[in-house]
């Protein structure tokens, strides 16, 4: 399978890039009925255990790559130790218009807007049930964009109904730049009702110990982000995730701004996030001072980068746009990168 992403790689490279994107899909689609999809090792040194979930290794695939849940078996092959489904919404919607994802190759970077195409929470759900054991599903959850952001809480509501009883975690996504009015959540007077509802509705359901974990963009300023982990450690939800994609254009290297503008709006991921994530985090860490465990995601694209964010204090790190750029075999490498000097 591996052989055959990388004699693909070039012609993959060539396609539009959502066209791309399906065509690995329905690959590995196939790959997952495979009777004996291998199944990685992990050394026991790489273990964690973070928000009272046992981890095989601490490399996860962050959220928005597989949506709908449909390759759980292929992460696993991979040897991803856990895997973020969704963002997923409670009602199927079809996202923004296409052309809305972008690749520039040369930088290492990702532009999308896909807007939370999703095919809803029970469709979601449904595929769940038939989840590989000995990996860790994480469900992320969003709201559906003709929901005015007063009645957000019920949408989460909504899909963490459905979803959450089919996953391990559940991450609260106030961070996504590609629905009008969301990152407003993150506004501490908005999370504070927001995550509050969310802890009811865990409790009624015999959730408690499900952790909730809440994923906050790399825009905020340093004041805003210090407000929000003291609302969040308050609160009583299990960790936060930092960080989604970037609004910030200067991180582009000025040759490829150009291009990069006239593609419009979106946020951006990869190596140009690289370092605005990890001032993010570091502001983050400090501020909770050990009260909650952080994932640490944004521009992770080498095991030298993972291993970073994991000295800085992260329990666990998720990679996406390195995974597109780099191909499956990336995930082996980071893991043998991190034993070499573990
Ligand atoms: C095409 C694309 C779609 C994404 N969709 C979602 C999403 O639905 N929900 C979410 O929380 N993050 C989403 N993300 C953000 C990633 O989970 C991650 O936070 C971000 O890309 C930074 O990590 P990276 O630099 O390793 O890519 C998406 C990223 C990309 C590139």
Same mark, same amino acid.
């Given at each position: 399978m591996r052989d055959l992403y990388r004699a693909l790689r070039p012609l993959i490279f060539r396609l539009d890039p959502e066209t791309a994107h399906n065509l690995a899909f329905w690959l590995? =689609?196939?790959?997952c009925s495979w009777p004996r999809l291998p199944e990685p090792e992990h050394a026991p040194s790489l273990r964690r255990t973070a928000f009272g979930l046992?981890?095989?290794? /601490?490399?996860?695939? &962050? %959220?928005? +790559?597989?949506?709908? &849940?449909?390759?759980?078996? +292929?992460?696993? #092959?991979?040897?991803?130790?856990?895997? =973020?489904?969704?963002? *997923?919404? /409670?009602?199927?919607? /079809?996202? $923004?218009?296409?052309? @809305?994802?972008?690749?520039? /190759?040369? %930088?290492?970077?990702?532009? $999308?807007?896909?807007?939370?195409n999703s095919e809803g929470a029970e469709a979601v759900a449904a595929r769940l049930r038939r989840r590989p054991a000995g990996l860790v599903v994480g469900g $992320?959850?969003?709201? $559906?964009?003709?929901?005015?952001?007063?009645?957000? +809480?019920?949408? !989460?509501? %909504?899909? !963490?109904?459905l979803i959450a009883p089919g996953v391990d975690y559940i991450a609260l996504n106030v961070s996504s730049p590609n629905t009008p009015g969301l990152r407003n959540l993150q506004a501490p007077a908005a999370l504070e009702p927001l995550l509050a509802g969310m802890l009811d509705l865990r409790k009624e359901m015999g959730l408690e110990r499900q952790p909730l974990l809440l994923k906050l963009a790399p825009d905020l300023a340093p004041e805003d982000l210090d407000a929000i982990v003291e609302v969040a450690a308050a609160s009583g939800i299990s960790g936060l995730i930092a960080t989604n994609t970037t609004l910030d254009r200067g991180v582009v290297p000025e040759p490829l @701004?150009? &291009? *990069? =503008? #006239?593609?419009?709006?979106?946020?951006?991921s990869g190596v140009p996030l690289k370092a605005k994530a990890r001032d993010v985090r570091k502001r983050i860490l400090a501020a909770l001072n050990g009260r909650l465990p952080l994932v640490a995601c944004g521009g992770l694209g080498s095991a030298e980068d993972v291993r970073g964010a994991l000295n800085d204090g992260a329990a666990l790190a998720q990679i996406y746009s390195a995974l597109i750029f780099e191909g499956p075999e990336f995930v082996r490498q980071i893991h043998v990168g991190l034993l070499e000097r573990n």
């Open positions: 590995g =689609e196939r790959a046992d981890f095989p290794t /601490p490399l996860g695939l &962050a %959220a928005g +790559l597989d949506k709908g &849940a449909t390759l759980l078996p +292929l992460w696993k #092959s991979l040897g991803f130790g856990h895997v =973020e489904i969704g963002t *997923v919404t /409670p009602r199927p919607q /079809p996202g $923004n218009p296409k052309p @809305r994802l972008f690749r520039f /190759p040369q %930088a290492g970077l990702i532009l $999308n807007r896909m807007g939370f $992320n959850l969003g709201k $559906n964009k003709e929901t005015p952001e007063a009645l957000a +809480l019920d949408d !989460y509501r %909504a899909a !963490y109904r @701004r150009t &291009a *990069v =503008e #006239s593609k419009g709006a979106g946020g951006l």
